[in-house]
């Protein structure tokens, strides 16, 4: 590990919506940036947004499909010379439709996304910074992920693992007494291209599709919030949609050797 | 679709532990069976086992690896020609370990097999056969998909994500008045080859082990009593390991225009 002084934080999903208004907002707190998406141009974009922000700040640039996950494991060895001091788990995206319907293509896309990819990085990054201070895995959710929705069951699924999968390694992390912090942020409905990607459409109208719903730089709020916090979880309330922050919402067996003896 | 008088119970995983205890009872039912695994020696003898309790009934064997998306894809359309009256998600494995020192290799297999597997069967099997009279798909989950157990968060992750998406299915079953009914079973601790394989060991002894387990004919006759009921949730109180059916766990946000107007 190098240049321990220099710290970055990693953004993934970066190109869009609330990874986008996160890199601002980190951007905001002085925050050196590895910012990842597929989509080139729109990371060019960002890091010149941030270079009229705060032009000191280092904003490097990772181009990466992240739904095949040897990419994801390359990518993560790429920067075993960067300090990294956050990691944002963002990229990932939802379907609107009956499970009898659904492409099973966007499906498997989405679980290695969602899934398999959240999985890989929060491994190595636990595995390697587990014992630095001030250091935080921050997985990008949904609401969806604690009350299942109709007509977006396969999504909602993916979004229970990630909350069970992060909060079961926030009590892990507690238990070992590690510097390591893991928290997750679950969204309601907020404008972002996730209802285009969703709908299969190019065009989507949150005003005219939902009651209520947030802004990509109103979460990115939210997600400081969480970030400034000792909690575990920065959940959005579906129904006055006000943010609060919480240690755990999941049963947890709490004592490893409940039932198990060894 | 042919041959409709004759039906089938399709068992994946059914080589060992819960799987081959399922194809024992459905065969005491006088089920025609698809007995799914990679082992084919172990199918072989559970065929043998068959024909002694009833030789009229046909075994179907299918040796395959589900842990490879398009191996599971290939093999849905292999059975084209049957009439399957009844899926069964069984394949599946743990892992013990903290987080950080978890083996990718194995958890990105446990993903593939626990959820994208599971995924692909139940939508290719809803789409097909949702309008079919008595059919059922069940899936095999665990009560770590309810609370987070230590030391086994990743794979709680996976059984989460198996008990939203299956009660999510049923939901939307029942909402379009499908003749297709969805149930999982979330078993405690069930002497199989589970503790070996999650612990990576080649003996494992669940007396030592557990206060309390259940051994896999005890979950094949709660599994039968599930499928005889119009309940959703066959689950194991891991308190007293005592067996109840349930409608639903999980929230379930119900009308599908709750917040979203289109």
């Known amino acids: ?15 869009s919506g609330i990874g986008y208004a996160t890199a601002i907002a980190f951007a905001k707190r002085n925050k ?19 270079a009229d922000i705060n032009p000191q700040l280092e904003v490097v640039i990772k181009v990466c499909d992240l739904s095949k996950s040897t990419n994801v494991h390359a990518l993560f060895n790429q920067l075993d010379n ?17 499970v009898g319907d659904q492409d099973l293509d966007k499906i498997e896309t989405m679980l290695h996304l969602n899934i398999e990819a959240l999985t890989i990085f929060s491994t190595l990054y636990t595995r390697k910074y587990q014992n630095q201070s001030g250091t ?15 007509n977006a069951v396969t999504y909602c699924a993916t979004k229970f693992y990630v909350n069970a999968f992060t909060e079961g390694l926030a009590h892990e992390l507690k238990q070992i007494k590690a510097k390591l912090t893991a928290k997750v942020l679950a969204p309601a409905a907020t404008q972002t291209e996730f209802g285009q990607k969703a709908n299969n459409v190019t065009e989507y109208d949150y005003d005219k599709s939902f009651a209520k719903y947030h802004t990509a730089d109103q979460m990115a709020e939210f997600l400081l919030a969480l970030y400034d916090s000792d909690k575990t979880i920065g959940e959005i309330n579906t129904k006055d949609f006000s943010f609060s922050l919480k240690d755990s919402i999941f049963p947890y067996s709490g004592d490893p050797k409940q039932n198990q003896k060894s």
Do not use: C, H
Request: charged share 15%; proline share 2%; glycine share 10%.
């Open 1 to 15: 590990m190098q240049n321990i002084d220099k710290k970055y934080t990693v953004i993934t999903g970066a190109s």
């Open 82 to 98: 960067y300090f990294i001091e956050t990691w944002i788990n963002n990229a990932g995206f939802g379907n609107y439709g009956s």
């Open 136 to 150: 935080q895995i921050i997985n990008i959710s949904s609401r969806g992920g604690y009350t299942i929705v109709p």
């Open 32 to 50: 050196n940036l590895i910012v990842i998406a597929r989509r080139e141009e729109q990371l060019a974009l960002l890091k010149q947004k941030i």
